[in-house]
């Protein structure tokens, strides 16, 4: 089956400094990557995704880059702001059944 | 538009005990998922349902939890019996087919003492 890694697990930034994390996958058939942020105590919700066929997308200050070749997508976050600080997720899902594979997160603090 | 709702929010039992969680996805959603989150971890897939066949669900622990989906709408998750290493949070979450966004609903909290 399917195989996220994430990393790293912790990050800390400045307020307005750029923020960047990595996530590899294992299966070479997976073509939708979402990346889920998570607050303390709430529910992920999802803030961009990518499919295969793109190999970069942007949504304000936050992008995401895939490299189908090497097998890994990035999230970018830039011009960071304290309500950024949260939990996020990267995730893979594998084509035929659609399984959505979870990193372990990546717990991103903004300070100010 | 009403999100994805569980119940209950948190919930404590002994072990041994059973124990159900509750799932209305968002209205017209034909895919359903439910997962396990441990603390510090990313969810894990239990089931995935499909209206309402259950199409995945080879991480569901047959021996003690079961999933139903009557109608092809709300869903319920069952531990039974619950033991001390259930205590997680469960999250469903619902889409509108496989492979598209998956909207999460708030969690049920289980702590199994």
């Known amino acids: 089956g399917e195989n996220v890694e994430q990393h790293p697990s912790t990050l800390s930034v400045q307020e307005g400094d750029s923020a960047v994390i990595k996530c590899t996958y294992s299966?070479?058939?997976?073509?939708?990557f979402p990346w889920y942020k998570q607050e303390l105590g709430k529910r992920p919700q999802l803030i961009i995704d990518?499919?295969?066929?793109?190999g970069e997308k942007k949504d304000q200050r936050i992008a995401v880059t895939l490299n189908k070749t090497a097998k890994h997508f990035s999230l970018h976050i830039t011009e960071t702001q304290p309500e950024d600080s949260a939990v996020y997720f990267c995730?893979?899902?594998?084509?035929?059944?659609?399984?959505?594979?979870f990193g372990k997160g990546t717990l991103l603090t903004v300070n100010p | 538009e009403a999100g994805v709702v569980q119940s209950p929010r948190y919930k404590i039992i002994e072990k041994k005990q059973p124990v159900a969680f509750w799932c209305n996805p968002i209205?017209?959603?034909?895919?359903l998922y439910w997962y396990l989150q441990n603390l510090g971890q990313g969810p894990e897939l239990l089931i995935r349902?499909?209206?309402?066949?259950?199409?995945?669900d080879s991480q569901l622990p047959k021996d003690r939890f079961s999933a139903e989906r009557l109608k092809g709408v709300d869903s319920t998750l069952k531990i039974q019996p619950a033991e001390l290493g259930d205590s997680a949070v469960y999250l469903c979450?619902?889409?509108?087919?496989?492979?598209?966004?998956?909207?999460f609903g708030q969690g049920t909290r289980l702590t199994v003492v």
């Open positions: 990518i499919r295969s066929n793109v």
């Open positions: 995730a893979a899902s594998e084509v035929g059944n659609y399984k959505l594979t």
């Open positions: 979450a619902s889409s509108q087919a496989a492979n598209t966004e998956a909207f």
């Open positions: 209205s017209g959603h034909n895919t």
């Open positions: 299966d070479s058939a997976s073509n939708y």
């Open positions: 349902y499909e209206n309402e066949e259950a199409v995945d």
